[in-house]
């Protein structure tokens, strides 16, 4: 049997105002003909198909289509919600979605609920424990919220997490294909940086061992690097479709393909997507600035610049842009100051110069004086604030 894993779509996403959506679409195209080609027998989402509760019509469509296109060519799907995603609007659509071949889960529940989905397919019988994210608050209840101590609520969250896990094994068959799905964030897995750091960390980091040893693969969602999570664990993060910000920058993405069969250990290889707006950052120096930006000036994707400056420079950023329009972060960096830390005085406010303070700032922090256009930049802004907060 043959599977395709992916997860973290994050379709509507927005980055610096600009819409991934289209980048992600142009992926699940290529996901799409990689099932075609590979034959292959169910596709496994693991979380936040969406990047917001309410995504936009435009998000929606690109998610559906897959679906249907996917169904087309008949391939089932199975796809429960991230942290990201609406559980209940998930749920909602469920029957809809059914429709297109994908058994969609918004909630966890368990295995007697609907947990546990198992599908006929082609090379035969596969059998997938589905684990929604699941949020402290739909797990545990009012009493154990407002009456227990932080640490009693980490350890109670933890029990139930691992107590459903185990519970979605019970359906596992000698003669069906076993698999594990769950959207969740375990311990020792490296971080992209750009997970919500909330549900990364604390009550909603696992062990590895909350992770039922019965299955043979088990695909995970929420983490979006590509990894395994320990040298003989059958527990895979598949990473996002796209490099979504640029702690993700020159990441290769792609997504999982399984080859399984009863009673045998998964076969597991991640097969590389194009990226069709590569991210990239680039680090220099005030000397050689444009020297190194005109050497990525077609640089088919997105660029983050960081200059280290000696002092602030006006114009930094069109000066960028001038030369690389497809900059959309632009980061001075200037030398930390070894200066001994000054007292913190009480400010009059009716004596207060913003002009002085600011020089003062700028000789704490960068050990000079600011030059005059520096000066009155700040003066004019300082005086545009001051009018909109007095209108």
């Known amino acids: ?86 559980a209940p609007r998930i749920d909602s659509i469920a029957q809809l979605l059914s429709l297109a071949g994908v058994r969609a889960l918004g909630k966890p529940r368990r295995s007697t ?118 040298k003989n664990s059958p527990a895979y993060y598949s990473g996002s479709l796209i490099q979504l910000d640029f702690g993700e920058a020159e990441q290769e993405k792609g997504f999982c393909l399984i080859e399984v069969e009863p009673g045998r250990p998964a076969r597991v290889e991640f097969k590389p997507l194009t990226c069709h707006k590569p991210l990239k950052v680039l680090k220099c120096q005030n000397d050689n600035l444009d020297k190194t930006l005109e050497a990525h000036q077609y640089h088919p994707g997105f660029l983050k610049v960081i200059v280290e400056l000696d002092t602030p420079q006006i114009g930094l950023a069109d000066r960028v842009r001038q030369i690389c329009s497809q900059a959309l972060l632009i980061e001075p960096r200037y030398p930390e100051a070894s200066l001994e830390p000054t007292a913190v005085t009480e400010i009059d406010r009716h004596n207060f110069d913003p002009a002085e303070e600011f020089c003062n700032y700028y000789q704490n922090r960068l050990g000079t004086t600011p030059k005059p256009a520096v000066l009155e930049e700040f003066q004019n802004l300082y005086k545009k604030l001051k009018e909109t907060v007095n209108n």
């Open 113 to 230: 609920e609907g947990g546990t989905i198992n599908l006929n397919t082609k090379s035969g019988k596969l059998c997938v424990g589905a684990m929604p994210f699941a949020s402290e608050q739909r797990l545990l209840d009012a009493n154990s919220l407002w009456q227990s101590d932080a640490g009693d609520r980490r350890k109670d969250y933890r029990e139930m997490v691992a107590d459903l896990l185990q519970n979605l094994t019970s359906d596992f068959r000698d003669n069906t294909v076993n698999v594990l799905m769950g959207h969740m964030s375990i311990d020792g897995a490296r971080l992209a940086k750009s997970e919500v750091a909330y549900y990364t960390r604390e009550k909603y980091l696992l062990s590895s061992h909350t992770l039922p040893p019965e299955a043979q693969y088990i695909a995970l969602g929420h983490i979006h690097i590509h990894q395994r999570i320990a």
């Open 1 to 86: 049997m043959r599977l395709i894993h992916t997860a973290d779509w994050h379709l509507g996403r927005r980055f610096r105002g600009i819409d991934r959506t289209p980048e992600i679409a142009i992926a699940l195209e290529q996901i799409l003909k990689q099932a075609k080609a590979l034959d292959v027998d169910a596709v496994l989402i693991a979380g936040d198909i969406f990047d917001v509760p309410n995504p936009t019509a435009y998000a929606e469509r690109i998610a559906y289509q897959f679906f249907c296109e996917l169904q087309a060519t008949g391939i089932p799907a199975i796809a429960i919600a991230g942290n990201h995603d609406s």
